[in-house]
């Protein structure tokens, strides 16, 4: 059996979530690829999940995206009871999930960012340093064992709908791989 990424590529349907907005960029490069993807299916938890060959993997590989660290901010300020709800299901549930964050290039840059002046005056915000409250959220979210998952920056949002395929293929791939080895120790 090939576990190759052209191989993966043909086979793929990406799951997008019904409530996933503002994801035509990752739409557009699916398309570019010939990615196939469904935009009509409700996931438990999670933006995006994928099937291959009738295998759905909406319960166990899922990814959040947030289009920026002022959509992460908000989530955690004035929606945390929802994004805490839908964090623990997805960490009990899934073996991988991930929080990608767009418009961010690495944790460092997380950490440091702040609302710039013109945005404070224009909608009359009061915290400026968003992103060490951003930080830290996760960083407590992950080293008190709260919720298990891995994040992961896209500086440039045309690289989402890559990233979102790359983790999806090596996903796939080591499950192909195990449940492999699983057949041939039984034969």
């Known amino acids: 059996m090939a576990y190759d990424k052209k191989t993966f590529l043909k086979s793929v349907t990406v799951i997008c979530d019904t409530r996933e907005q503002k994801n035509e960029h990752i739409l557009k490069e699916f398309d570019r690829m010939n990615v196939k993807y469904i935009t009509d299916k409700s996931l438990p938890f999670g933006d995006y999940s994928f099937i291959v060959q009738d295998r759905d993997f909406s319960l166990s590989c899922v990814i959040e995206r947030k289009a920026n ?96 395929l790359e983790t999806f293929y090596w996903y796939w791939r080591n499950f192909k791989i195990l449940t492999a080895s699983r057949r041939n120790r039984k034969g």
């Open 69 to 164: 660290i002022n959509e992460f901010y908000s989530n955690i300020t004035s929606d945390r009871d929802r994004i805490e709800k839908e964090f623990s299901a997805a960490s009990a549930l899934s073996k991988e999930f991930i929080l990608i964050i767009e418009n961010c290039g690495s944790e460092q840059e997380l950490e440091a960012y702040e609302v710039p002046d013109w945005e404070m005056k224009r909608f009359n915000r009061t915290v400026k340093d968003i992103g060490k409250y951003c930080y830290a959220t996760i960083q407590s979210w992950k080293r008190s064992n709260k919720y298990n998952f891995s994040e992961t920056y896209v500086k440039d949002n045309s690289q989402t709908a890559i990233k979102i």
